[in-house]
């Protein structure tokens, strides 16, 4: 439905604000990121 579409989309849009968010906090703090190494 279009409540559906809006809210999909919303939280997309809002994932994607805290993911950058996050990298650039952790950019001003000069923190080191872990790197997410997958076992194979």
């Known amino acids: 439905s279009f409540v559906d579409s ?5 939280l997309n849009r809002l994932s994607d604000y805290l993911f950058v968010l996050a990298r650039k906090l952790n950019d001003d ?7 997410w190494i997958p076992r194979i």
């Open 6 to 10: 809006i809210i999909t989309i919303y």
């Open 29 to 35: 703090a000069k923190t080191e990121e872990n790197i």
